[in-house]
T-cell receptor
Framework: GAVVSQHPSWVICKSGTSVKIECRSL??????MFWYRQFPKQSLMLMAT?????????EQGVEKDKFLINHASLTLSTLTVTSAHPEDSSFYIC????????FGPGTRLLVL | AQSVTQLDSHVSVSEGTPVLLRCNYS??????LFWYVQHPNKGLQLLLK??????LVKGINGFEAEFKKSETSFHLTKPSAHMSDAAEYFC??????????????FGSGTQLTVLP
C-alpha cells in the first residue's frame, strides 16, 4: 500500500509554455501533499505544501504565481509551471502524507 | 529548527564489504529520522525510519541504522554491499512544524559506489 504516482514522468516543452504535473495517491487519501524540486546532484528542496480544499503554502523564494498548485481532491494534487523557462528545468517530486511521506517517482522537466 | 548533515558526499566500497553512511542531525524536539535511497532518475524509496521506539532500526535490503541521541547521529550500515546498492542516499529529519503535517529536511545526499 501507500503508492504515489506522477504523470508525466518526462516532459519537454518550449520556453513560454505551461506544463502541468499530476501527483496521485493510488490507494489512500491524502489531505496533504508536498512538492519538491531537485537539481542535478543536489538534494530535494521543498517548494510547497498542498492542502486539499485550501490554498497551498509556499516556501520562501518560491513564486506562487509561477508554480500553481491545486489539490482538488483527496487523491490528486497538480503542479503547473506557468510560462516555463530553461531555468525551470529540473526533477520535480511529489509526496503524499499518510503517517509518513510517500514519494512519487518524479517528473523530469526540460524546457528548451 | 532542524538540520541534517551527511558527512560524506561520496562513499566507495567493494562488493561484499561493509557500508557506512554517516548522518548527524540537529532538532529542537524529539525527531523522526529516515533514510531514503534514490536510484538514477527515480523517486525516493524509504529504507527505514526511527520514530522514538527502538534505537536500532532495521530496514529493507539488509540496511539498518542506530539512533544515538548523545551523538546526534543516525548512521546507516549494511554488513555486505551488493552492486545493486549503488545509488544516492538521503538522511532526513522530521519534527512537527506549526501545522499538523511533519516537514522533512533532507541532507545533501551521499553517493554510494560499489566496486566489483
Amino acid at each position: 500500500g501507500a503508492v504515489v504516482s506522477q504523470h508525466p514522468s518526462w516532459v519537454i516543452c518550449k520556453s513560454g509554455t505551461s506544463v502541468k504535473i499530476e501527483c496521485r495517491s493510488l490507494d489512500f487519501q491524502a489531505t496533504t501533499m508536498f512538492w519538491y524540486r531537485q537539481f542535478p546532484k543536489q538534494s530535494l528542496m521543498l517548494m510547497a505544501t498542498s492542502n486539499e480544499g485550501s490554498k497551498a503554502t509556499y516556501e520562501q523564494g518560491v513564486e506562487k504565481d509561477k508554480f500553481l498548485i491545486n489539490h482538488a481532491s483527496l487523491t490528486l494534487s497538480t503542479l503547473t509551471v506557468t510560462s516555463a523557462h530553461p531555468e525551470d528545468s529540473s526533477f520535480y517530486i511529489c509526496s503524499a502524507l499518510r503517517e509518513t511521506q510517500y514519494f512519487g517517482p518524479g517528473t523530469r522537466l526540460l524546457v528548451l | 529548527a532542524q538540520s541534517v548533515t551527511q558527512l560524506d558526499s561520496h562513499v566507495s566500497v567493494s562488493e561484499g564489504t561493509p557500508v557506512l553512511l554517516r548522518c548527524n542531525y540537529s532538532s529542537s524536539y524529539s525527531p523522526s529520522l529516515f533514510w531514503y535511497v534514490q536510484h538514477p532518475n527515480k523517486g525516493l524509496q524509504l529504507l527505514l525510519k526511527y520514530t522514538s521506539a527502538a534505537t536500532l532500526v532495521k530496514g529493507i535490503n539488509g540496511f539498518e541504522a542506530e539512533f544515538k541521541k548523545s551523538e546526534t547521529s543516525f548512521h546507516l550500515t549494511k554488513p555486505s554491499a551488493h552492486m545493486s546498492d549503488a545509488a544516492e542516499y538521503f538522511c532526513v529529519v522530521s519534527e512537527r512544524s506549526s501545522g499538523s503535517a511533519r516537514q522533512l529536511t533532507f541532507g545533501s545526499g551521499t553517493q554510494l559506489t560499489v566496486l566489483p
